[in-house]
């Protein structure tokens, strides 16, 4: 390889963990999701919200958590007895978790942009084997991160759970009670299920990528090294 054709198959394999594990967050953080959720058999009821407000307010969050909202706007919306929908506390991790997607939504798209700039320039310079092995190879590092991250929330979700909102946020301020508002809208067993869904699309992308990098490998001769 030419050090620019090396460099490119590198950021291609680095870039592909990071624009399909994040991916699937355009699916998942979204009203839709949280209906599909709410609508399951066995999914947990609220003691505080019927169906139609628990929706209602979930839809404000989820659009604050996007940027359609200000935070003025989320701490002004009311349950059906004119009463704030969310305490001080919740206001407050929203914002981080706001903070969190915002970065995470960044990276995912940089990443993206990454993937596709190394891959024009592969397919330019005729480098179809780097690319091939460049998709394969960033589908190996992107499934060894999802059985990871999917195999631990398997043998231990409480851990998995507690270890990942204290890499996102400070200790102490994503704990609430029961009966506050955050836990009656996402009860333990939406994230349980939202984990290995996402697992699920993830193994998905990971596969038609590993597919196309493949048949990019087997219908493609090999370059002489002088033309390389």
């Known amino acids: 390889m030419t050090i620019l054709t090396r460099a490119a198959y590198l950021l291609l394999v680095l870039a592909i963990p990071a624009a399909l594990v994040l991916a699937p967050m355009y699916l998942f953080i979204t009203p839709g999701f949280i209906r599909h959720e709410y609508g399951l058999p066995g999914f947990p009821g609220s003691v505080r919200f019927d169906a139609a407000e628990r929706i209602e307010i979930s839809d404000a969050i989820l659009h604050y958590v996007r940027g359609r909202i200000t935070r003025e706007q989320l701490a002004a919306v009311e349950t059906a007895e004119g009463e704030p929908a969310l305490n001080a506390r919740e206001?407050?991790?929203?914002?981080?978790?706001?903070?969190?997607?915002?970065?995470?939504?960044?990276?995912?798209?940089?990443?993206?942009?990454?993937?596709?700039?190394?891959?024009?320039?592969?397919?330019?310079?005729?480098?179809?084997?780097?690319?091939?092995?460049?998709?394969?190879?960033?589908?190996?590092?992107?499934?060894?991160?999802?059985?990871?991250?999917?195999?631990?929330?398997?043998?231990?979700?409480?851990?998995?759970?507690?270890?990942?909102?204290?890499?996102?946020?400070?200790?102490?301020?994503?704990?609430?009670?029961?009966?506050?508002?955050?836990?009656?809208?996402?009860?333990?067993?939406?994230?349980?299920?939202?984990?290995?869904?996402?697992?699920?699309?993830?193994?998905?992308?990971?596969?038609?990528?590993?597919?196309?990098?493949?048949?990019?490998?087997?219908?493609?001769?090999?370059?002489?090294d002088a033309e390389r």
């Open 91 to 224: 206001v407050d991790h929203l914002a981080d978790v706001r903070i969190v997607m915002d970065r995470l939504f960044l990276v995912q798209g940089v990443a993206t942009l990454a993937a596709l700039v190394a891959i024009a320039w592969l397919v330019l310079r005729r480098q179809v084997l780097d690319l091939a092995a460049g998709l394969r190879h960033g589908v190996i590092l992107a499934a060894g991160l999802i059985v990871v991250v999917v195999g631990y929330s398997l043998l231990d979700f409480g851990a998995f759970f507690t270890a990942f909102h204290n890499l996102f946020f400070p200790p102490g301020t994503w704990t609430f009670e029961f009966t506050d508002t955050l836990i009656q809208l996402y009860p333990l067993p939406l994230w349980m299920d939202a984990v290995w869904k996402i697992g699920v699309v993830v193994a998905i992308e990971l596969a038609a990528v590993y597919a196309l990098g493949a048949y990019l490998r087997r219908s493609t001769p090999p370059v002489p």
